[in-house]
T-cell receptor, first 111, second 113 residues
């Protein structure tokens, strides 16, 4: 079965600092990978997706992620954190018709 | 654009009661999904459908049922509510295929007391 592991259930950064949220996947075939963001009392919104076209994927709100096959990783980064980035972030991988989500990382931005 | 609409937003049930969580999408997506989200556990797939008349079990289907008579609607049924079913439920839809992202509703917060 496919799976994703998100290291760190809680991450805190200062406003203006680098954001790094980690995601590792297990897959026996080239995967499709996604990052979603969830704001309080809302559903998940797509940040970006990797579908093998390019290893560095740019998403909305200044986020990007790099697919590294050798490390089976798809870490999410943003050069400068903003207060509005405070949210829960989920990494997901697909297999067939199903999505498999990580357990999420809660990002706190300190003013 | 409405996207994926879930009703109700909140509900409190007594143990043993039944209810149906409603989900509708206006994007003409063939694929629809039901998830439950529990603190620290991420999202777990309950059931999914790849088109009208076709449904399949996900990771945690016990205690739930679904039907898909039309493309637009994908209701989730709880027959005998149990405290373990207290959760936030999300419906999602996609255009199909493993490279297509899912679009989520805002969720139904369900408490079973």
């Amino acid at each position: 079965a496919q799976s994703v592991t998100q290291l760190g259930s809680h991450v805190s950064v200062s406003e203006g600092a680098l954001v790094l949220l980690r995601c590792n996947y297990s897959s026996s075939v080239p995967p499709y990978l996604f990052w979603y963001v969830q704001y309080p009392n809302q559903g998940l919104q797509l940040l970006l997706k990797y579908t093998s076209a390019a290893t560095l994927v740019k998403g909305i709100n200044g986020f990007e992620a790099e697919f590294k096959k050798s490390e089976t990783s798809f870490h999410l980064t943003k050069p400068s954190a903003h207060m509005s980035d405070a949210a829960e972030y989920f990494c997901a991988v697909t297999h067939g018709n199903q999505f498999y989500f990580g357990t999420g990382t809660s990002l706190t931005v300190i003013p | 654009n409405a996207g994926v609409t879930q009703t109700p937003k909140f509900r409190i049930l007594k143990i043993g009661q039944s209810m149906t969580l409603q989900c509708a999408q206006d994007m003409n997506h063939n694929y629809m999904y039901w998830y439950r989200q529990d603190p620290g556990m991420g999202l777990k797939l309950i059931y999914y459908s790849v088109g009208a008349g076709i449904t399949d079990k996900g990771e945690v289907p016990n205690g739930y049922n679904v039907s898909r008579s039309t493309t637009e609607y994908f209701p989730l049924r709880l027959e005998l509510a149990a405290p373990s079913q207290t959760s936030v439920y999300f419906c999602a839809s996609s255009g199909g295929g493993p490279n297509q992202p899912q679009h989520f509703g805002d969720g139904t917060r369900l408490s079973i007391l």
